[in-house]
């Protein structure tokens, strides 16, 4: 079975798929290129390679050492094909949680690493990879390189969002955080319009750890939901969520248009809401994972996720792409809204910087979905933003080559056997 990237967009499969199970395995010998696959979660052709050798890491997931640092954090050292559930499972009924964690809990850590995925407290914690505190790599040369801030550096950096292109990635030591509860204290508050957004947002970095919103992208003017959060201290003790349900069949068109889509916006908005709450993180953090497969829900055509940044200076443009995706009538299900702190990312490819991100997703509607991606395009390079590669299955290599300016100084350290359906498409933003 041919593997699929989350978007589950057509596109022709690896001419061979290779599971791993032994980290100390040397690459295989093999003609055209190779890539890892980790657990699939990457919306679009970041994790593909058609035509070439998808690697399939998830064999490798076994933990390897725990130690605790004298500066109260921890380091873990596991395999680059463990998931962060599995992370979570173990360690946070023993007081310890990931320093940052992306939407969903079903990445590996590899691919958290070569995605350098970014959470909701950002301002405060920064990405994925300033908390990796070594890698270790395999490249084509048969060459294993451990890699960290004071070892190959240069090689370190470009791992860290590097898209899987530096070599593969066999295990990492990152951090873990203290808590002292599974439980966390959410504040939920009603907005309307970007300026309440922005006004909760700036009090809510301040205050608390944890932020983000939900944002109805149909309304004539934008209205949402900001939930900010703590780690509730010790005590504290919240229910955990119940089995996850899972997505029984995948539909011959999506179900979610307009009207279904605006029906389901105003019930969200409007459903009760406690002003203060206490609640398990895992439906804070992993709002999606609760429904195993949501990603049928979008129909047999697939779809995109569309997530940009772009600097705070530059906030009306936030206000345009939700007046075109208002406009054009292709709404997204769970929007996202959030910011972005000064915490620089140390990857050459790191997608956040300082500003504010919008992450929405939309059914593939052919010429419909395009023209409307050709406009948010113009409006995130006018105002000179980027888009996440992670998250992508059609950037123009142009808006590419703009967003990331270290671009050409990271294609120094690809390996040359490693390769991707992603890289193919927008290495032609490389000088010639």
Known sequence: MALNAWGRLPVAPAARELRRSERAAP?????????AFGNGRSYGDVCLNSGGTLLATRGCDRFIDFRVEADGSATLACDAGVLLADIIDVFLPRGWFLPVTPGTRFVTVGGAIANDVHGKNHHRAGSFGNHLRACELLRSDGSRRRCAPDENAELFAATIGGLGLTGLIVSAEIALRRVDSAALTVENT??????????????????????????????????????AADHAPAGCVAKAPGAARRAPFTPPLSPLNKLTLAAFNAAYYHKPLPAHATTHLLPYFYPLDGILDWNRLYGKRGFYQYQCVVPRSAASAID??????????????????????????????????PGITLALDFPE??????????????IVAAAGGRLYPAKDARMPAALFGAGYPRLEEFSRHVDPKFSSNFWRRVSAALPA
């Not at 345009?320 to 915490?343: C, D, P, Y």
């Open 320 to 353: 345009e792409m939700l007046r075109a995706i208002a406009a054009s009538g292709q709404g997204s299900l769970l929007a996202v809204l959030k910011t972005f702190g000064n915490v620089a990312s140390p990857g050459l490819l790191s997608f956040p910087m």
């Open 365 to 378: 509607r052919g010429a419909a979905t395009a023209a409307l991606f050709a406009r948010l395009d113009a």
């Open 27 to 35: 690459l295989p010998a093999v003609d055209g290129s190779l890539l």
């Open 190 to 227: 009603r907005f309307h319009g970007l300026d309440e957004f922005f006004a909760l947002n700036a009090a809510a970095e301040a205050a608390h750890e944890y932020a983000v919103a939900w944002i109805d992208c149909l309304a004539r003017r934008p209205r949402g939901i900001f939930m």
